[in-house]
């Protein structure tokens, strides 16, 4: 007998046999699934206050930390922005703004960011008109703004940054 | 029964912040507690010339208060400080606006400038507003009084006045103290109207009415006196 007719004969056999068990295994799937014991019935979940409370807190915090990461890895600070002011000092361990703005109080500003940038933002309800101010670095030490438009000299012939509002188009703040 | 006795307590908790926000107003007293606190010498005059300054709204109590108590916090001998506080009520007696005063007074004490220095920059600087107000007061800018110009007519405020004056001191003191040049009269003078714009305070009638009468030598005068008085 030649191998393809071996082969054959096989094939034909496996056939036969098939067909012949056809009735035994044709509904084997569901007479599994009927044999199989009953299941738990599935778990319910309903809402109670103490879970929704959980669930709007979880809400706002994943919110905030999504502000707070967008923050972190954004480019730096919004410097471009005019109720914005800047200053790049990288070795300073803390830069405040002073001036009329803040009724000459020490305001601290933000950062350094990864770029050196100290950075504080002005309030929205900014009254129009001239505004005096400067940086003070690491407690002592009277810094101007070197984005200014305007400057003038006061105490000690140091030099005072004027903040022109609102600034008109094309103006650093 | 519950959502009621919220917004009850929620009433009255608001009701109380804003007692508390009106408790915490400064008053004139409250000033004068903290110039006896200082321990100053003359304290009659100092009550008496903050009053004059209170009644005529040039200054409030709330910036006297913070001025006293910046002093307060400064370890220079009492005199110093007393000096800041006697040159400013000097001002107010004069019925000079004194805004610009307190605004530089409170710039040195923050940048720590020494009490001397300060009390030589506000001597100058009041000579400066004192100046202005005559030069304005000899071409009929006072208060209460009545400008035309052109066909508009407008009543000079205490406010209004009060702001030019300041705005053009301090515009005076800026160009002189910048190192820019006394002889350029035309500079001078568009530095002061330059000034005057930019604060909303004066009316674009006023600003318009000081250009067309004030001339650009008596501006480059009161230039060259503030001048003088920084060589000193």
Known sequence: MHE??????????????????????????????????????????????????????????????????????????????PYVLCLVYPNAKSVSLVGQLTHWERQPMHGPDRHGIWWIRLPRDL???????????DEYHWVHDPRAREFVHTFDNKINSVLIWPPSQGDAP | ??????????????????????????????VYSCFRALNVSDLPFLINAYDKGFK????????????????????????????????????????????????KALEGLAKGVALEAINDELAQRKATLSEVKALFAHKGIRISLTIRFGAVTLELTLEAVDAAITEAARALEDYVR???????????????QRYLASNRAIPVTLVSFIEQIVSAPEWAQLAQNVANRLKK
């Open chain 2, 1 to 30: 029964m519950k959502y009621l006795l919220i917004s009850v307590l929620t009433a009255l908790l608001l009701s109380a912040n804003v007692l508390a926000l009106r408790g915490q107003q400064v008053t004139p007293q409250d």
């Open chain 1, 127 to 137: 009254e129009p008109g001239r505004y005096e101010y400067g940086f003070m670095v």
């Open chain 2, 178 to 192: 910048a190192g820019q040049r006394i002889e350029d009269a035309t500079a001078i003078k568009a530095t002061v």
């Open chain 2, 56 to 103: 005529d709204r040039r200054i409030t109590p709330s910036m006297a208060l913070t001025l006293c108590q910046r002093l307060a916090q400064s370890a220079a001998p009492i005199g110093l400080r007393e000096g800041v506080l006697r040159v400013i009520g000097l001002a107010l007696i004069e019925e000079l606006p004194v805004t610009m005063l307190v605004d």
């Open chain 1, 4 to 81: 393809h007719e071996l082969e054959q004969l096989i094939k034909e056999t496996i056939v036969q046999r098939a067909q012949a068990h056809q009735d035994r295994i044709a509904d084997l799937e569901y007479r599994v699934v009927d044999a199989l014991p009953d299941r738990p019935a599935a778990l319910e979940l309903r809402p109670t206050w103490p879970m929704r409370l959980a669930l709007a807190t979880a809400a706002i915090l994943l919110f905030l930390g999504g502000f707070w990461l967008g923050g972190t890895l954004s480019d730096g600070p919004p410097c471009a922005d």
